[in-house]
């Protein structure tokens, strides 16, 4: 696919650079690119929290841990009944552990492939989705050091990192580009790099319009229920979303109005068969935390809600897999292992301050 060859085109100039045959460059390519998501994730934990014990559990948290689907899989075995997802198996506990089922927890919503890192290392699959993500997370810290303090130099270099993802995966684009512009904005407060986020949003609306490159989900039957998402990014989400929201937020005695709202909000959205819908009710607290009080894992926690949130609603036309009921499933594949990577901070920044 076009949008992949720079990735691969640099990693092939690499092995061939070194000399040694086509295979083992390729598996130390493997070994190298998550070798480099795991220390750009402590570095990017270390200067969150400024301690090493945090920056290694960013890189368990980003690059290592895996879904709760795997913790599932092991609450079948032990109470043996199947359920929609994992049969029950006849062995041993050892034998389980020895023969498990990793690529299980990676089909849980139907027609879609959802990965993390560790799985798509372990798999030894060099795509496009696994090479970027050292180099998402390189931004990631980029835009922390700019949300801190501001340079240019610093601009310059979060820049060509954005420009190098997206040769190496351009659906990485979108968040990469908002990422950095509201970032830049945040800390200079010049209005230009808010026209950037707006072109985009235009260019988006374009393609939707126009160009056929957007595609709009076919309710219910596509759309994600919500024991799936569990299963993929798990409760343990949901808690320290609403640990984050209470520690940050000073109540009043209009919450009592803006609970009851809520309230109104996830019924609809449970009415109307899209309950996922509360990802943006969500998202909204984020923001205003990242907007108005310059807290940047919410940013983060915000921008991985807003992707999981775009799955629900749109799909990006993709040739190979436009077929039914299979429209999403590239789209859904890409951007949650996105929202993985970003979810990754906030989870570091509950962890380190509570």
């Not at 340079?151 to 040769?167: C, E, I, K, N």
């Not at 949003?201 to 319009?209: D, N, R």
Request: with cysteine; net charge neutral.
């Amino acid at each position: 696919m076009t949008y992949y060859y720079l990735g691969h085109l640099a990693t092939a100039v690499l092995v061939v650079l070194s000399g040694v045959q086509a295979a083992v460059g390729y598996n130390l390519a493997v070994a190298a690119f998550f070798a480099i998501g795991v220390q750009t994730a402590f570095g990017l934990g270390l200067n969150l929290t400024e301690r090493r014990l945090y920056g290694f559990a960013a890189a368990f948290l980003t690059m290592v841990s895996g879904f709760p689907a795997g913790f599932m899989q092991l609450v079948s075995y032990l109470s043996e009944p199947d359920n929609p997802w994992f049969q029950n198996f006849p062995g041993s506990l050892i034998e389980w552990f020895s023969a498990f089922d990793f690529t299980n927890a990676t089909g849980i919503i139907p027609h879609t492939i959802d990965f993390y890192p560790f799985f798509v290392f372990l798999q030894g699959d060099l795509h496009a989705h696994f090479i970027s993500i050292p180099f998402l997370l390189t931004l990631i810290g980029l835009c922390l050091a700019l949300s801190k303090q501001f340079s240019w130099t610093t601009f310059s270099a979060a820049l060509v990192v954005t420009g190098f993802l997206v040769g190496l995966n351009a659906w990485n684009l979108p968040v990469s580009l908002f990422l950095l512009a509201w970032t830049a904005y945040a800390a200079t407060k010049k209005k230009a790099f808010l026209y950037v986020i707006g072109l985009a949003g235009c260019i988006f609306a374009a393609s939707l319009l126009v160009g056929g490159l957007v595609g709009i989900v076919d309710p219910p039957l596509q759309r994600t229920d919500v024991s799936g998402f569990l299963l993929i990014f798990g409760g343990v989400f949901t808690f320290i979303s609403v640990a984050y929201l209470i520690d940050a937020h000073t109540f009043s005695r209009k919450d009592g109005l803006i609970a009851i709202s809520a309230i109104v909000v996830v019924a609809i959205a449970f009415l109307l068969n899209f309950p996922l819908a509360i990802a943006a009710l969500l998202a909204i607290p984020f923001f205003y935390r990242a907007w108005f009080h310059e807290e940047y894992p919410a940013l983060l926690a915000g921008i991985a809600l807003m992707m999981i949130l775009f799955c629900e609603v749109f799909f990006i036309n993709d040739p190979p897999y436009g077929s039914p009921p299979y429209e999403r499933m590239n789209t859904v594949m890409k951007f949650y292992l996105q929202a993985w990577v970003f979810w990754g901070g906030l989870r570091l920044h509950i962890f380190s301050s509570g």
